[in-house]
T-cell receptor, first 113, second 116 residues
Framework: QKEVEQDPGPLSVPEGAIVSLNCTYS??????FMWYRQYSRKGPELLMY????GNKEDGRFTAQVDKSSKYISLFIRDSQPSDSATYLC?????????????FGKGTHLIIQP | EAGVTQFPSHSVIEKGQTVTLRCDPI?????LYWYRRVMGKEIKFLLH????????ESGMPNNRFLAERTGGTYSTLKVQPAELEDSGVYFC??????????????FGPGTRLTVT
C-alpha cells in the first residue's frame, strides 16, 4: 500500500470552475501536508502547507486536511488556464527516521479556456 | 533571491558509465535533499544533508550512488556505474531549519538522466 495515494487524472475542467484535487494517506504519523504545483519540465513549486487538520487559504487556493479520514484536499477557485499543471500532494512528519517528503504521484490538471 | 539550481538539465549516458549531478541550494539553507522520480512512479526521497553531514540516506537505492556536500554548500550525486533503471529525473531541494523542522522544501528544476 502506497503511503500517499493520488489519482493521476487527467482532470479537465472549464475556465472559471472550482477545482477539487484530493489525496489519501495511510500513515497516521504524518503531521504536515504540502501541495506542490509542477509545470512540464520544471521542478515542483511549493504552493502551501497545512499542519495537522484544518483549512488554510491563500488567494484562490484552499488546502484542507481531515486527519480522521486521512484525506487531503486542494481547492482552486476561479480556475485559470495558467493553473494547468500537475499538482502533487506530499506529507511529512518529524522523528520518523526518514527526513524526506512522501509524495503522491500527482494529478494532471487541464483548465480549458 | 536565487532558487535551487541543478546542473546539467539533461544527461544521456551509456550503461556502465559514470555521471555526476550537481545541486546548488538556496543561499543560507543548511538542509539539502535529493529525490528521484522514475517514469510512472512518485517522487521518492534519496537522502538528506544537514550542512556537510549526511543526516539520512535511507532512500539511496544501492552503493552505486554516492552523494557529497563539500563545505556545506553545493552537493553532487554520482552514479557509478549507471544502470538502465537509474533513468529518471533527479531533483534537489533545500530548506531552512526552523526549530528542528525542515518540511518547507524548495525544489530545483531537476536533472533528467537517460541511461541507454
Amino acid at each position: 500500500q502506497k503511503e500517499v495515494e493520488q489519482d493521476p487524472g487527467p482532470l479537465s475542467v472549464p475556465e472559471g470552475a472550482i477545482v477539487s484535487l484530493n489525496c489519501t494517506y495511510s500513515n497516521s504519523a504524518f503531521q504536515y501536508f504540502m501541495w506542490y504545483r509542477q509545470y512540464s519540465r520544471k521542478g515542483p513549486e511549493l504552493l502551501m502547507y497545512t499542519y495537522s487538520s484544518g483549512n488554510k487559504e491563500d488567494g484562490r487556493f484552499t488546502a484542507q486536511v481531515d486527519k480522521s479520514s486521512k484525506y487531503i484536499s486542494l481547492f482552486i477557485r476561479d480556475s485559470q488556464p495558467s493553473d494547468s499543471a500537475t499538482y502533487l500532494c506530499a506529507s511529512w512528519y518529524s522523528g520518523g527516521g526518514a527526513d524526506g517528503l512522501t509524495f503522491g504521484k500527482g494529478t494532471h490538471l487541464i483548465i480549458q479556456p | 533571491e536565487a532558487g535551487v539550481t541543478q546542473f546539467p538539465s539533461h544527461s544521456v549516458i551509456e550503461k556502465g558509465q559514470t555521471v555526476t549531478l550537481r545541486c546548488d541550494p538556496i543561499s543560507g539553507h543548511d538542509n539539502l535533499y535529493w529525490y528521484r522520480r522514475v517514469m510512472g512512479k512518485e517522487i521518492k526521497f534519496l537522502l538528506h544533508f544537514v550542512k556537510e553531514s549526511k543526516q539520512d540516506e535511507s532512500g539511496m537505492p544501492n552503493n552505486r550512488f554516492l552523494a557529497e556536500r563539500t563545505g556545506g554548500t553545493y552537493s553532487t550525486l554520482k552514479v557509478q556505474p549507471a544502470e538502465l533503471e537509474d533513468s529518471g529525473v533527479y531533483f534537489c531541494a533545500s530548506s531552512q531549519d526552523v526549530g528542528g523542522y525542515s518540511y518547507e522544501q524548495y525544489f530545483g528544476p531537476g536533472t533528467r538522466l537517460t541511461v541507454t
